[in-house]
């Protein structure tokens, strides 16, 4: 095995060149070479001045790798294409090679065909390792709206300044240039932008999320400026009021000791909401958590070691505060409904649930929800809006937990194509481990996909010592029976 960094470099060379001694050999074994070799590197020996070489080496060599890809990428789809087939198989299967989503990949497959079908001067300055593949890709976003003669154009313009820019610079005068040549079509984009406003929500650290606006910026900017105006007035009192409402007033203001990033936070959730300050989220909110983290009381009072509960599809809550949010609905008299759910022995994988619920309608459906929060398909992250047979029902599959997975659209439509082939290895209801399923691709690549554990991944398994359901199951129910009466119902 070479451990030195002229080695490396050495049979990158032939891995590019595929001469010398790694010729007889396809590229998809010298690659993995390169790769082995690059996993032995030593930093033991070297000087600083010496290291930092390497590391600048080295990030040429990723921009190199980049445009290697781009142009394998770009191949790919085009023979697809020109032999007048659908792409979206080989795009898929470009995915799962480069172990991203599929959307991602879209937008690695419009990169590299613009890198090597229109844009010569980009391209060569990522071979070259002048550029990153974020740089390229910053280029081609910019340059999008344009025409093919007058993307080439910007690229020729920016050919002998792009390794030299960062990534703000190269943006900015990749549109100058652009507005420089069409100002129309420029002026279009941002016509045409504004039908793709929307409002995305995603997790943060720590419990929290964050609710994002997309909109045109005059629009963004007055809403922001009207809400931080009503914040500015939040501490100021009519002093024209009754002494006593002025008083009352004066004591609310001082018992308010929110900053003003988070009045604005609450204030505009209120807005959004409907919701009146200090009214509960009326909306049904999904919350998974174990007896224990529910219910520490009965279990002897102490909370377990997993004391965490889940948001399906968005990830953990501390269990302190799903308590205090199952606590805050029941103080508000809303419903709360429990439902049952089963797991193996080891509480990882949830192997069944209650078969009816009032008011509720398909158990099988939820179930596979509960399970399979997010595509099954390896990587993909988009949420699993569509539940299918792994084996099709006209070969032979049942409609069952063990037969079932979560999809996206797109990798439910994918499945079907020619060469690919999806299996179940194991139902995940025995006992013996979770559900999982093989796919291989109509490469032969194959790859398998676990469904996470149903407090997702990171979960910890309680205490041995802890007590088990059914030492305190008596308990438990007579807590269920009598707790908050009229306010909490066990579908």
Not at 30 to 53: D, K, W
Not at 215 to 228: D, F, I, Q, W
Not at 382 to 400: E, K, L, R
């Amino acid at each position: 095995m070479w451990t030195t960094l002229e080695s490396v470099i050495e049979q990158v060379y032939y891995w590019f060149m595929g001469t010398g001694r790694e010729s007889s050999e396809g590229p998809q074994v010298r690659i993995r070479s390169v790769v082995s070799s690059l996993a032995a590197l030593s930093a033991e020996g070297l000087t600083e001045v010496e290291r930092v070489e390497a590391v600048a080496a080295l990030e040429s060599l990723k921009g190199a790798t980049a445009a290697a890809q781009a142009r394998l990428t770009a191949a790919a789809v085009v023979d697809r294409e020109q032999l007048g087939e659908d792409s979206r198989s080989v795009r898929a299967d470009l995915a799962l090679a480069r172990r991203c989503s599929p959307t991602l990949a879209d937008q690695h497959v419009g990169v590299a065909r613009a890198l090597v079908e229109e844009m010569p001067s980009t391209m060569a300055a990522l071979e070259r390792g002048e550029i990153s593949e974020r740089r390229a890709t910053i280029v081609v976003r910019e340059t999008a709206c344009l025409s093919r003669d007058h993307r080439a154009e910007v690229d020729r313009r920016l050919a002998d300044c792009i390794g030299s820019m960062g990534d703000k610079a190269l943006a900015a005068a990749a549109r100058r240039a652009g507005a420089a040549l069409d100002a129309e079509s420029l002026a279009e984009r941002n016509r045409r932008v504004v039908a793709s406003r929307r409002v995305s929500v995603r997790p943060a650290a720590d419990g929290m999320a964050w609710l994002s606006i997309l909109g045109p910026l005059k629009e963004v900017v007055g809403a922001h400026v009207a809400l931080t105006a009503e914040e500015g007035r939040r501490h100021v009192i009519d002093p024209d009021l009754p002494a006593d409402e002025w008083e009352a007033a004066a004591a609310a203001a001082r018992a308010d000791t929110r900053g003003k990033g988070a009045w604005l936070a609450d204030r505009a959730l209120q807005l959004i909401s409907g919701r009146a300050p200090d009214q509960p989220q009326p909306v049904e909110v999904h919350l998974v958590m174990t007896d224990r983290t529910l219910l520490p009381a009965a279990f002897g009072g102490t909370a377990p070691v997993d004391d965490v509960a889940v948001l399906p599809g968005w990830g953990p809550v501390p269990g302190c505060e799903a308590r205090a949010s199952v606590a805050d609905a029941l103080d508000s008299g809303a419903g709360v409904w429990l439902r049952r759910l089963f797991t193996d022995p080891s509480g990882r994988d949830l192997v069944g649930m209650d078969s009816t619920r009032r008011r509720f309608q398909g158990g099988l459906r939820r179930f596979l929800e509960l399970r399979d929060p997010a595509c099954r398909i390896p990587w993909c992250d988009a949420p699993a809006v569509q539940t299918d047979h792994t084996t099709a029902v006209h070969a032979g599959g049942a409609t069952s937990a063990a037969n079932g997975e979560g999809l996206c659209q797109r990798h439910n439509l994918v499945k079907e194509l020619n060469g690919w082939h999806v299996r179940v290895e194991s139902t995940g209801l025995d006992g013996t481990g979770p559900h999982g399923i093989r796919i291989q691709t109509p490469t032969g690549r194959v790859h398998d996909s676990t469904a996470p554990p149903i407090l997702g991944e990171g979960w910890v398994a309680p205490s041995a010592d802890l007590p088990t359901t059914d030492d305190v199951g008596e308990r438990f129910d007579d807590w269920l029976e009598h707790a908050h009466e009229g306010h909490f119902w066990a579908a």
